[in-house]
């Protein structure tokens, strides 16, 4: 029989949900270093795969704590380890793809221009040896025109494929960059989902065909303009709204921040179980943030949207267009 929601929790159960809970994070975890950096990752991965099994051979609070300890100190020795790759590598990749590309293609060039510069100069060598020059001059000409040709041959064939292939890791670099940097779906200031991953759960849920409703949280100025703050000041305030916004809300609700200052949160429950406490929640996000030297005074408007036809679906994402392009006036000021 299912336990219904008003039941009292069975302490045994808690436990065991528990357990599985954090060998299935720890799993989880272990198939993310595997795939972040497989030279390093893929040994720790095979370790971490084998603790279900010897923890099912002594499942007691002291094995917990032995087997979590074990993990964060492996977890820290993977970062210490794979760090240099990501935290250097990455602004390797960067300044490649960036400045790389230029030179390159300056030296792509150049090394293209001596190639027709030694033909030409080996078509006029056998030009002035063609014009009556005594027997022996005209050999030695014809021997440094044969020479000037062979060094342009060199060149195209042993100088020029090499540079190629390097300006095509250079154009890897950079799109690898730009990449990572397009990809991202975590806000910044506020570690809540930004607009692309916003956007991400909303397509994972239409997939699975869960059902679910958007509260859209858009906090308006009530003296002064937005793009008045500094970028530093409004991630801030940003933050600080963050803060109030996640206290109210429960693990599985999604939370973005899909504008400067606007807000999504995805219910997978009906519009009218999450009014109230949605109304109460605009109204706990208004008041005084503290900005820079000084303060803003904030107002939540409120809007819900219940995902129950193509209709709906698209005012979603009007609006994260719609905070999207604020977003960019913002950057623009």
């Known amino acids: 029989m299912s336990r219904t929601k008003g039941d009292p929790v069975d302490s045994l159960e808690l436990s065991q949900s528990a357990v599985h809970c954090y060998l299935s994070a720890v799993l989880c975890a272990a198939d993310c270093i595997a795939a972040l950096c497989p030279t390093i990752g893929v040994p720790y991965q095979q370790r971490w795969r084998r603790l279900p099994q010897r923890m099912g051979f002594d499942l007691s ?18 970062v210490e380890l794979a760090g240099p790759y990501f935290n250097r590598g990455l602004p390797l990749i960067q300044a490649i793809g960036s400045s790389g590309g230029g030179a390159a293609d300056a ?18 060598t056998e030009t002035a040896a063609d ?9 030695m000409l014809e021997s440094h025109a044969e020479a000037l040709r062979r060094c342009s041959r060199l060149l195209q064939s042993r100088l020029l494929p090499p540079l190629q292939q390097l300006k095509a890791v250079i154009r890897d670099c950079e799109e690898l960059a730009a990449q990572t940097e397009n990809t991202s779906v975590l806000d910044v200031e506020t570690s809540f989902v930004n607009t692309r991953g916003f956007r991400y759960e909303i397509h994972n849920r239409i997939e699975e065909k869960r059902p679910f409703c958007v509260a859209l949280f858009d906090c308006i100025a009530d003296s002064g303009p937005l793009h008045d703050l500094s970028p530093d000041d409004l991630g801030k305030v ?3 709204v963050a803060a109030r916004l996640s206290i109210q809300f429960r693990p599985a609700d999604c939370l973005g921040r899909i504008g400067p200052l606007t807000f999504g949160v995805i219910f997978e429950s009906d519009k009218k179980r999450i009014e109230g406490r949605c109304e109460q929640m605009a109204h706990a996000l208004g008041g005084t943030y503290q900005a820079g030297s000084g303060s803003i005074s904030l107002s939540a408007q409120l809007r819900i949207v219940e995902v129950v036809d193509a209709e709906s679906l698209a005012a979603i994402f009007t609006s994260l267009d719609d905070a999207k392009t604020a977003q960019l006036a913002l950057e623009s000021t």
């Not at 030296?107 to 006029?124: C, G, K, P, R």
């Not at 014009?131 to 050999?139: H, I, K, N, Q, Y």
């Open 61 to 78: 609070p002291a094995s917990l704590n032995a087997s979590e300890l074990m993990f964060e100190s492996e977890m820290h020795k993977f």
């Open 107 to 124: 030296v792509l060039e150049e090394t293209a221009s001596v190639a027709v510069l030694l033909n030409t100069l080996a078509e006029s």
């Open 131 to 139: 014009l009556e020059a005594p027997p022996e001059m005209r050999e």
């Open 238 to 240: 940003a933050a600080e």
